[in-house]
């Protein structure tokens, strides 16, 4: 098995890498079977929309120089190949936004843990949301609202108090942030095969960012969010720390 090794900027991780150069051998990504990636969370969403960027994107391996280090494993030195050999994979389509601005410019980019709509000024955003071409919502008073994976959905979207979705949970989060009209609602959960689109309403009075990960689009007028299923990136896991296991442990946390 060939691996490739991705290393983050920091120190710590960097002197991980230089640990792992001096026992193991290691290709360039493009001759590897497998990309091991050394970083926190951000950093292997940095690799995996990288990645995206190829045909045939490599499994990644994933481990935790960070600080949470949610969708990572544990460092350790010694063993990589058989670790990586003896992984479970998980396979992950991303989403797909689609986001036109009030200028009529549209920006297309994926997300593999949360689109998000924000406002980017002092008076609250004003959204309309249609789901599969029917409005279910005329128009909500908000921060924001959030559309998150159930990779993603521990992130931001739990933030927000939206639930966590098991990885064999076929859904999507719809998650609003800090709603003032209607002010009980708390979201949905959707098929993973909807489609969602949300309306921005007086968006020059009250202007509206989207943000797909970590790319922003700002001034939006319309969004619209799928999962984009021509792409599949497989992560590697621990058999005995597996990420479906992580969010198991979420979900009971007190």
Not at 13 to 41: I, M, N, Q, S
Not at 82 to 91: E, M
Not at 129 to 141: N, V
Request: proline letters at 5%.
């Amino acid at each position: 098995m060939k691996l490739a090794l991705l290393v983050s900027d920091s120190h710590v991780a960097r002197a991980a890498g230089e640990a792992l150069r001096k026992t193991h051998e290691f290709v360039a990504v493009r001759e590897a079977d497998v990309v091991v990636a050394l970083g926190g969370d951000g950093f292997l969403l940095h690799c995996l929309h990288e990645a995206m960027q190829v045909q045939d994107p490599k499994p990644m391996f994933g481990m935790n120089r960070g600080t949470v280090g949610f969708l990572m494993n544990d460092f350790k030195q010694g063993g990589l190949e058989k670790r990586v050999a003896a992984a479970k994979n998980f396979v992950l389509h991303p989403l797909q936004m689609t986001a036109t601005t009030a200028s009529g410019r549209t920006v297309t980019h994926p997300a593999i843990n949360e689109v998000s709509l924000l406002r980017e000024t002092r008076q609250a955003a004003k959204i309309g949301i249609a789901i599969d071409g029917k409005l279910r919502m005329e128009e909500l008073t908000c921060d924001g609202v959030l559309v998150a994976t159930p990779a993603g959905s521990t992130a931001y979207n739990l933030s927000a108090n939206g639930p966590i979705l098991p990885l064999e949970a076929d859904l999507l989060a719809l998650t609003p942030i800090s709603p003032f009209r209607p002010r009980r609602w708390r979201g949905a959960l959707l098929p993973s095969a909807s489609v969602i689109e949300f309306e921005v309403h007086e968006a020059k009075k009250r202007p509206i960012s989207a943000v797909a990960d970590q790319m922003e689009v700002r001034d939006v007028a319309h969004v619209k969010v799928a999962i984009d299923r021509s792409i599949s990136l497989t992560l590697l896991f621990d058999p005995e720390y597996a990420l479906d296991d992580r969010i198991s442990l979420e979900q009971f946390a007190s």
